[in-house]
């Protein structure tokens, strides 16, 4: 059995068409990173951005066989489905290259965000060859 919980841009559409007055918030992360709020949707999918310059959320290549120090170099192309990779640049704590259990498609910076990349449509990692722990998306 698996305890996920996600959402997706039609089942927040449905929210508000059934609760009008209400205001959501939607976001993704974790409690070592934080949070990256929702800033709208890209396709089918919804469209997160990290909250500031100090945390910062890559995509990369996702390729069985390939080293992490080789992908760690391969950043998907905007549109493109890859693992998430996460960094804290803070003085309370620096994470860098904290590859992710999750996949996303990265974003380029949309109107109304902050000037760098987003990700969208996050979810769990296809990881044929391991198990992964329940996770909540």
Known sequence: DQAVAAIGAAALHDFRLQFPNAHFLSGYGNTLFGVCHQGGEVGEGLCYYPPS??????????????????????EVPYGSRGQVVMHRLQESGLLLNVMEQDSAIRVPPQPGTPPWDSLADPGRLEQPHLTIEDGIY
């Open 53 to 74: 310059p100090q945390l910062v959320a890559r995509i990369v290549a996702w390729e069985v066989g390939v080293d992490a120090t080789t992908r760690l170099t391969r």
